[in-house]
T-cell receptor, first 116, second 111 residues
Framework: AQSVTQLDSHVSVSEGTPVLLRCNYSSSYSPSLFWYVQHPNKGLQLLLKYTSAATLVKGINGFEAEFKKSETSFHLTKPSAHMSDAAEYFCVVSGYLTGNNRKLIWGLGTSLAVNP | DTEVTQTPKHLVMGMTNKKSLKCEQHMGHRAMYWYKQKAKKPPELMFVYSYEKLSINESVPSRFSPECPNSSLLNLHLHALQPEDSALYLC??????????FGPGTRLTVT
């Protein structure tokens, strides 16, 4: 069975400092992994995806994540936080197959606050 | 273009009303999804359509009735809802094995 754990429910950083949002996953086979972002009162936006190609994945808005199989981790990073990065971030694993469909397994989310 | 559109953006309905939520995508995706999201929680899957056929129903109450008229459209018909059904309803689409792309959602309030 697949599962995902986001290790921090809240992260607070100062503008211009690095961002690290931690995610560990569990999967019985090679998973696809995603990070989604949700700004207040908005829908979910795909930040980046890992699908067994390069282990360092670059996404939108300067975010990137590194897939580490030995550590079963997929942490999200950004070198310098902007005020506009304040949002809820979800780590997601896809690997549960039902027929032709994959059911996404969601982490509980990390709320990122960016202080001026 | 990775846009999924949803209408309306906001909906207030009484417990005896009938209303519908609409979702549209033009990315050629053959899988479409309905999710329910409560505040500060991850989205919960409700329904999955694959090639316009319902393939997953996550034990959703019958007061929610999905419909997929064609490969670009997805509707969610609502009837006799309860106040606890108030939530953000999200539509998503994907290729069968690709990432899901979400719409902006419909904020539903049941009074």
């Amino acid at each position: 069975a697949q599962s995902v754990t986001q290790l921090d429910s809240h992260v607070s950083v100062s503008e211009g400092t690095p961002v690290l949002l931690r995610c560990n996953y569990s999967s019985s086979y090679s998973p696809s992994l995603f990070w989604y972002v949700q700004h207040p009162n908005k829908g979910l936006q795909l930040l980046l995806k890992y699908t067994s190609a390069a282990t360092l994945v670059k996404g939108i808005n300067g975010f990137e994540a590194e897939f580490k199989k030995s550590e079963t981790s997929f942490h999200l990073t950004k070198p310098s936080a902007h005020m506009s990065d304040a949002a809820e971030y979800f780590c997601v694993v896809s690997g549960y197959l039902t027929g032709n469909n994959r059911k996404l397994i969601w982490g509980l989310g990390t709320s990122l606050a960016v202080n001026p | 273009d990775t846009e999924v559109t949803q209408t309306p953006k906001h909906l207030v309905m009484g417990m005896t009303n009938k209303k519908s939520l609409k979702c549209e995508q033009h990315m050629g995706h053959r899988a479409m999804y309905w999710y329910k999201q409560k505040a500060k929680k991850p989205p919960e899957l409700m329904f999955v359509y694959s090639y316009e056929k319902l393939s997953i129903n996550e034990s959703v109450p019958s007061r929610f009735s999905p419909e997929c008229p064609n490969s670009s459209l997805l509707n969610l018909h609502l009837h006799a809802l309860q106040p606890e059904d108030s939530a953000l309803y999200l539509c998503a689409s994907s290729q069968l094995t690709g990432p899901q792309y979400f719409g902006p959602g419909t904020r539903l309030t049941v009074t």
